[in-house]
C-alpha cells in the first residue's frame, strides 16, 4: 500500500497538471473565438466562388484550361492538414488516418500518390506507415494561416498541375462544427469538377466574358484553388483549437476525479495510520499493568 507521502505527493502533482491543462484550455477558447470566426466569415466567399467555377467548367471544353484538363488516373497529389501540435484529442490522428485509408484504397486506380503534409503531426504519425508517399512537409504554418501562405501553396499546385506532374488534386481536413464535432473532409481541388444545372437545382446561368474567356479563367481558376485551401487552413485551425479546448476540458475534469480518489485514499489511509498508533498505545499500556 502507498504510503503517506507518496499519496500526497502524487495529490500535489495531479494538481499541477490540472492547473496546466485548464490553463490550456483557456488558451485554445480564446483562439477558438478568433478561428471560428474566420472560418465562418470565409465560407460564404469559398462556396459561391466554387460554384460559380463549376458552373464555367461546365460550359468550357475539355482543353480549354489546363486546370480544366481530366487527364486519367497517373499520379495524383494529397494535401494533409493537420496541426504542429498535439493535445487535441483525435483531431491529428483522425485526418492522418483518412490520408492513410485513401490513399491504400485507392478507389479511384491512381498509379502513385505524393503527400504533402501541413503540420508536423501528420508527419509524425504516418512516417512509419506510409513514409514513401511523404513529398514535403510544412511545419509552423498552421497556427497563423494567411492568404499569402494559401497562395505560396496554391501557385506550388497549381504550377505541378499544369505541368503535368499530377493528374488529380485532393485535401484532407478537419472541417468546424462545433467545439466538440470536427468532421474529416475529403475534396478533390484539381482538376476543377464541372458541375450541371440538374445536380445543383440550379437554372442554367449564360456568363458574358469580360475582357476575353482566357483571361478571366486564367485568373479566376488559380485563385479558386488559392481560395480552397485557405478555407482549409482557417476550417482546420478553428477544428484544432476546439478540439484542443475539448481535450483540456476533459483531462480537467478527469484530474478533478482523480483528486477527489487519491484524497479518499489518503484520509483512509491516514485514518489506517492513527488506528495502528493509537492499537500499540492501548497495547503498551496494557501490557504496564
Do not use: W
Amino acid at each position: 500500500m502507498p504510503s503517506l507521502k507518496d499519496i500526497k505527493k502524487r495529490i500535489g502533482s495531479v494538481k499541477n497538471t490540472q492547473q496546466i491543462t485548464k490553463a490550456m484550455k483557456m488558451v485554445a477558447a480564446a483562439k477558438l473565438r478568433r478561428a471560428q470566426d474566420a472560418a465562418v466569415a470565409a465560407r460564404p466567399y469559398a462556396e459561391k466562388l466554387q460554384t460559380v467555377m463549376s458552373n464555367l467548367a461546365a460550359r468550357e471544353e475539355g482543353d480549354g484550361h489546363p486546370l480544366l484538363i481530366q487527364r486519367g488516373t497517373g499520379r495524383a497529389l494529397v494535401i494533409l492538414m493537420t496541426a504542429d501540435r498535439g493535445l487535441c484529442g483525435g483531431f491529428n490522428a483522425n485526418a492522418s488516418k483518412e490520408a492513410e485509408r485513401f490513399i491504400r484504397a485507392n478507389e479511384q486506380g491512381f498509379e502513385d500518390f505524393d503527400l504533402m503534409i501541413i503540420g508536423r503531426k501528420g508527419r509524425d504519425f504516418l512516417r512509419s506507415r506510409i513514409g514513401d508517399k511523404i513529398s514535403k512537409v510544412y511545419e509552423n504554418i498552421t497556427s497563423d494561416a494567411t492568404y499569402k501562405t494559401a497562395q505560396l501553396i496554391g501557385e506550388e499546385v497549381v504550377s505541378a498541375y499544369s505541368e503535368e506532374k499530377y493528374d488529380a488534386v485532393f485535401v484532407i481536413y478537419n472541417a468546424f462544427q462545433s467545439a466538440i464535432v470536427q468532421n474529416v473532409t475529403l475534396e478533390q481541388v484539381l482538376p476543377i469538377q464541372p458541375k450541371e444545372a440538374e445536380e445543383t437545382g440550379e437554372a442554367t446561368i449564360d456568363y458574358i466574358y469580360e475582357p476575353n474567356r482566357g483571361e478571366v479563367l486564367s485568373q479566376l481558376l488559380p485563385k479558386m484553388v488559392e481560395v480552397q485551401i485557405f478555407r482549409a487552413l482557417l476550417e482546420s485551425n478553428a477544428s484544432e483549437q476546439g478540439a484542443r479546448m475539448s481535450a483540456m476540458d476533459s483531462a480537467s475534469r478527469n484530474a478533478s476525479d482523480m483528486i477527489g480518489k487519491l484524497t479518499l485514499q489518503y484520509n483512509r489511509a491516514r485514518q489506517a495510520a492513527i488506528t495502528k498508533e493509537l492499537m500499540e498505545i492501548i497495547s503498551g499500556a496494557e501490557s504496564i499493568k
